[in-house]
């Protein structure tokens, strides 16, 4: 009937007024919008909120990695540490090290033998002992150029397994961000001792080798020479001629 079409017109009119109201007032209140669907508006806004939360998460986390500060040495920090310096053999600056009888000794626990429980040289099939001295030589002609040495040279990294005691200077002076820059560049290898395996590529932070330096000479100096360097570090560990991995490890953790 003509009335039921007239109310249906009526409430066509009223509809679409009402929806150019709310649109005036969308736009009014947002005008990038663009008149989008209630159901587009509210994703567009959860989309807006959720990606704001994840740069707001990366943005807050990356802060806290660049203010993060190490200032303190970790079990892994130290097996970094012994793995750069430490050697597969050391000679002993025992009493008669390098002598006939001590190099004779067949070390088999003889009675009457006074030096078969001694020792002048030890070795290993990996890194064992951290060497407390820069080189040494014994009267028999044996030599050895501890491993750390190399910081206080002039050498290329290449020449480290093969260093001998004429490019050692004890007495030169480096600085200490010298001696970090050198430390980072040492080679890693396996090592008997510690209780973590480290891949021989990861790198060590120069943070930790700072702190390393700190530790070993109090922080007392900017300076250090090979010699002052092997003093502290007997001292440190309570060793006298090489550490394992315990005494070495202890002043650092603890353990």
């Known amino acids: 009937s003509i009335s039921s079409i007239i109310q249906l017109l009526i409430i066509l009119i009223l509809f679409t007024t009402s929806i150019s109201y709310l649109k005036s007032i969308i736009h009014k209140n947002n005008q990038n919008f663009n008149y989008l669907s209630t159901y587009q508006k509210i994703n567009r806004y959860i989309d807006r909120y959720i990606d704001g939360l994840v740069v707001r998460s990366t943005t807050s986390?990356?802060?806290?990695?660049?203010?993060s500060k190490i200032d303190k040495l970790e079990v892994r920090d130290?097996?970094?540490?012994f793995n750069r310096i430490s050697d597969k053999e050391v000679l002993l600056n025992i009493t008669g090290a390098g002598s006939i009888e001590l190099s004779l000794c067949c070390h088999g626990g003889c009675d009457n033998c006074q030096v078969s429980h001694l020792f002048d040289y030890l070795s290993s099939t990996r890194s064992k002992w951290v060497a407390l001295y820069p080189t040494m030589t014994f009267i028999d002609g044996r030599t050895h150029v501890a491993r750390w040495a190399w910081i206080f040279s002039?050498?290329?990294i290449d020449s480290i397994d093969n260093m001998s005691i004429n490019e050692i200077d004890e007495s030169k002076t480096i600085t200490k961000q010298q001696f970090i820059h050198r430390f980072i560049q040492l080679p890693s290898r396996l090592s008997i001792g510690p209780s973590i395996t480290i891949p021989g590529d990861e790198p060590i932070d120069e943070k930790v080798v700072e702190l390393f330096y700190n530790k070993v000479v109090s922080n007392r100096t900017n300076e250090l020479t090979a010699r002052l360097f092997c003093d502290s570090l007997r001292l440190l560990v309570s060793e006298e001629h090489a550490s394992t991995w315990l005494p070495f490890s202890k002043p650092f953790i603890g353990k």
């Open 154 to 156: 002039d050498l290329s």
């Open 61 to 67: 986390s990356e802060n806290e990695l660049s203010d």
């Open 78 to 81: 130290v097996v970094k540490i």
